[in-house]
């Protein structure tokens, strides 16, 4: 069974480009959460969905950023017009079922750079 | 803020010795989760201790939750050079806060 994939590993932008990072949960997992971490810094949380759906995007900054799980396909976190603030490692993560009460795996991440 | 706080925030001990890694968080959790990264890495899910659970052992981790304080610790017995990482505890309520991490290096 295979984990959290996430792709690209390394991806390189310059300002005012767009960014794609993919996510594939486990297998069975319905449940996909973002993280960001910046350099020396925790994890800090930005969107929890599910098929379909946003539950909770309180993490996300208001502009610029959009996530997405569709019933088909990888989860996907959008960042357009990048700027070099937005250099950071981004985790997802994915659940079996409600993370309240379960663990998260984690897959490797996509570092981001912005030049 | 941080719903999940370590301290220290860095810690460095000799191989065998033990380390002992503390968390604080703020509001009612149904669980609290401790998480580990190697430089560069992503996450490995280490132990998951519910509400109502005081202590839960795993290999060589134990970790303690005292509710009433709203505090946790990881205790690595026996330390090995191989347990040099990032530490993160997460609180799990209604939303999942990671704190900013203990940075353990054991000394070969």
């Known amino acids: 069974n295979a984990g959290v994939m996430q792709n690209p590993r390394h991806l390189v932008r310059r300002r005012g480009q767009e960014a794609r990072l993919r996510c594939s949960p486990m297998?069975?997992?319905?449940?996909v959460y973002w993280y960001r971490q910046l350099p020396e810094e925790g994890l800090k949380f930005m969107v929890y969905?599910?098929?379909?759906?946003?539950?909770?995007e309180s993490g996300m900054p208001k502009e610029r950023f959009s996530a997405e799980f569709p019933k088909e396909g990888p989860s996907i976190l959008r960042i357009q017009q990048v700027v070099r603030g937005d250099s950071a490692a981004y985790f997802c993560?994915?659940?079996?079922?409600?993370?309240?009460?379960?663990?998260?795996?984690f897959g490797p991440g996509t570092r981001l750079t912005v030049l | 803020s941080q719903q999940g706080e370590e301290d220290p925030q860095a810690l460095s001990i000799q191989e065998g010795e033990n380390a002992t890694m503390n968390c604080s968080y703020k509001?009612?959790?149904?669980?609290l989760q401790w998480y580990r990264q190697n430089s560069g890495r992503g996450l490995v899910h280490l132990i998951l201790?519910?509400?109502?659970?005081r202590e839960k052992h795993s290999g060589r981790l134990r970790v303690t939750l005292d509710t009433s304080k709203k505090s946790s610790s990881l205790l690595i017995t026996a330390s090995r050079a191989a347990d040099t990482a990032s530490y993160f505890c997460?609180?799990?309520?209604?939303?999942?806060?990671f704190g900013t991490g203990t940075s353990l290096t054991v000394i070969p």
């Open positions: 509001t009612s959790i149904n669980n």
């Open positions: 297998k069975g997992h319905s449940h």
């Open positions: 201790i519910r509400s109502n659970e």
């Open positions: 997460a609180a799990t309520g209604n939303q999942f806060y």
């Open positions: 993560a994915s659940s079996r079922w409600d993370s309240s009460y379960n663990e998260q795996f």
């Open positions: 969905l599910q098929k379909e759906n946003i539950i909770d």
